[in-house]
């Protein structure tokens, strides 16, 4: 049986890290997952005048008191991607490649960092559509399977699974410079729709379309709608009440994801209420087990 944390924060920027410090604090075993480089999006703000004590401090400054700040407190940073998050009952189920992360609860501070999903990309998940193909890969052996890759990391993942499948094609949606297995086709394009009967046959391009089997969408952040079957949304941002609850139990939401405005003393505020609320979710909890 894998360790189960008190609580698994999703995401590295003020919302998440403030979350992560108050849980810490009160003694829960907490797991974050995010970047090294705690927030990409932090570092271009040139100037933040709004955040209290700290006048006119740059992005890069807050970085670095956010970056002290954890190490301090010894919370270290998981830098693997989280693809999906099941809500089992008692607990909830991270999945991560070929592992599972088990917590009781789960904040998610993933912010707004994610496009939305292609026509026909929700309605064939599961069906052909995926975020893991190292994951799923063993599913069409003999297919064909499609790479629609959003960073570098798509790119290792791609040439793993063209030792699996019979075809796979690469679609790059970035620019950098990358290596890809001999056999494996790269078509210069847009994807545009997900097409299908039972399960995936065809993505149409911008011009043109491929038939393959599988489709399998690799970028930095998905919508939380597809990361959380179940989720209740609200447009683009979770939904969520004043303790920052979300309509599955044990599970909560902070920061940019849960609405304007998109502040980063807004973020670590809310962070902050999402982290005590789920301390006090688990330990009432502990107290009517030990009640029964």
């Known amino acids: 049986m894998s360790e189960r944390y008190d609580i698994a924060i999703v995401g590295s920027g003020p919302a998440g890290l403030s979350a992560a410090i108050n849980a810490k604090i009160r003694n829960k075993n907490i797991i974050v997952f995010g970047s090294k480089d705690l927030s ?17 401090v740059t992005g890069e400054q807050l970085k ?12 270290e940073i998981t830098t693997e991607r989280v693809n ?31 496009s939305k999903p292609l026509p026909g990309e929700m309605e064939f998940l599961g069906r052909g559509v995926g975020y893991c193909a190292t994951c799923d ?23 793993f699974i063209s030792e699996i499948v019979g075809k796979v094609n690469f679609i790059p949606m970035f620019k950098d410079e990358y ?13 545009k729709e997900v097409l299908g009967t039972d399960k995936v046959n065809k993505l149409v391009l911008k011009d043109g ?15 939380p709608g597809q990361l959380v079957p179940g989720l209740e949304m609200d447009e683009m941002h979770i939904k969520v009440n004043r303790k920052m609850e979300t309509n599955l139990p044990g599970l909560y939401a902070a920061g940019d994801i849960t609405g304007k405005p998109y502040q980063y003393i807004k973020a670590a505020g809310e962070g902050q209420m999402a982290g005590l609320n789920a301390v006090s979710y688990i330990d009432n909890k502990n107290k009517a087990s030990e009640n029964k």
């Open 40 to 56: 990409s999006k932090i570092v271009k703000a040139p100037k933040i005048n709004n955040y209290l004590g700290l006048p006119g």
């Open 64 to 75: 670095e008191h956010f970056k002290k700040h954890v190490e301090d407190m010894e919370i």
């Open 84 to 114: 999906n998050i099941y809500a089992m009952g008692d607990y909830f189920a991270l999945m991560v490649n070929d592992k599972t992360y088990e917590a009781t609860t789960v904040i998610l501070t993933t912010g707004i960092e994610f």
């Open 137 to 159: 890969a063993p599913l069409y052996k003999g297919k064909v399977a499609t790479v629609v890759g959003y960073n570098k990391e798509s790119v290792e993942e791609t040439n």
């Open 179 to 191: 290596s890809l297995n001999p056999n494996i086709e790269v078509i210069k394009s847009i994807p």
């Open 209 to 223: 379309e491929v038939s393959t089997d599988a489709v399998f969408i690799l970028k930095d952040s998905i919508s």
